[in-house]
């Protein structure tokens, strides 16, 4: 009995070590607190607790690898690396990858979370890069929704993206009461491109971005986001996110995938966060995906928002300077079947 118990656990680690076409990932090394961490005696409850980070992310076939990557920057650059916990989205199809998971962080506190990706697909309209018309990744407006109701705050993460920090300074964000998210502004930007002609044409419409307002509106990127999940659905957030998406599908007012309505519900209502936390566009814009620098000033976090990812980069032998950055981060293991003699 015992014996093939063990057979079947270890034919399934091995099925599952594996990604599709045969790639694996390895074990990454185990981080352990350093001694002012807060030492947590019972952590049978940390899916919950407040005495955690807690970091939302999505977990998607064509992402994994990026995922991976962000799971290591956040553990290696923790003080408290034991003292953070993952909350994983996926879609009913794919929860198996956590799985991968499972297998390079073995010690990792981490809880998964179905998604329907049914509910949603209805309300997704076409936008500039079929990437951002996955339905995962509109997981992120249905955060407090899917996440259990005792969780109070969370940062949500894209898959993009590596720390070179300690993720509790981005987690202690101060948010004022009346605030629901925090994240980093960039009021420099061009605000009007990320709305059509039909949405400023229409006074109807275009006044929503001068009422209510606490600040004149910025963009933000909804890839490094701190949330207040109890404000969240104290406000029903997920439902005025919800309204927009259904304009949307009735007046097209927008073109970029899941950011805009985030826009138009919070702009110019964050807690901002020091540019440091997202140096975002190292991916290029979103339809040739060029190599870019660094925005000035110093760097916490790197994102590689827009359509360069640094795996594809890489992979195909066009990597730009600063997907070297990634690399260290990357947990694949080498396809040796593929590397000619």
């Known amino acids: 009995m015992h014996s093939s118990l063990l057979l079947h656990l270890t034919i399934l680690f091995i099925f599952t070590a594996s990604f599709a076409g045969g790639e694996r990932f390895k074990e990454a090394p185990e981080f352990f607190n350093s001694p002012e961490c807060l030492t947590i005696l019972n952590d049978d409850d940390f899916v919950c607790s407040d005495k955690y980070v807690h970091v939302a992310m999505t977990l998607d076939a064509a992402y994994l690898r990026g995922s991976m990557a962000v799971i290591l920057s956040v553990l290696q650059h923790s003080s408290c690396p034991q003292n953070i916990v993952f909350h994983f989205v ?21 809880r998964i979370y179905p998604y329907d990706v049914a509910a949603i697909s209805g309300l997704i309209s076409t936008s500039i890069r079929s990437a951002l018309d996955s339905p995962l990744n509109y997981a992120r407006n249905y955060l407090a929704d899917i996440l259990p109701t005792c969780l109070s705050r969370v940062i949500y993460l894209d898959s993009d993206l590596i720390l070179v920090d300690d993720i509790s300074k981005l987690f202690s964000t101060h948010i004022p009461n009346d605030i629901v998210l925090a994240a980093p502004e960039y009021c420099n930007a061009n605000f009007t491109t990320y709305f059509t002609p039909t949405f400023w044409s229409n006074p ?12 004149p509106p910025c963009y933000f990127n909804t890839g490094v986001m701190v949330i207040e999940l109890k404000k969240w659905r104290e406000g029903d957030y997920t439902r005025k996110i919800i309204e927009w998406m259904e304009l949307q599908k009735r007046i097209r007012i927008y073109e970029l995938g899941s950011l805009p309505p985030f826009l138009l519900v919070f702009a110019g209502n964050i807690a901002p966060v020091d540019h440091r936390w997202n140096q975002h566009g190292l991916g290029g814009d979103n339809f ?9 000033g110093p760097v916490s976090l790197l994102h590689w928002s827009g359509k360069g990812k640094p795996w594809v980069r890489l992979d195909s032998g066009r990597a730009c300077p600063l997907d070297a950055l990634w690399v260290p981060y990357d947990l694949l293991e080498p396809r040796f079947d593929l590397i000619e003699s």
């Open 90 to 110: 996926t879609s009913k199809q794919t929860h198996r990858l956590q799985n991968y998971v499972v297998s390079s962080f073995p010690y990792l506190k981490f």
């Open 204 to 215: 109807s419409l275009s006044i929503t971005l001068s009422l209510n307002r606490l600040r």
């Open 288 to 296: 040739i995906g060029l190599c870019r620098d660094l925005h000035p």
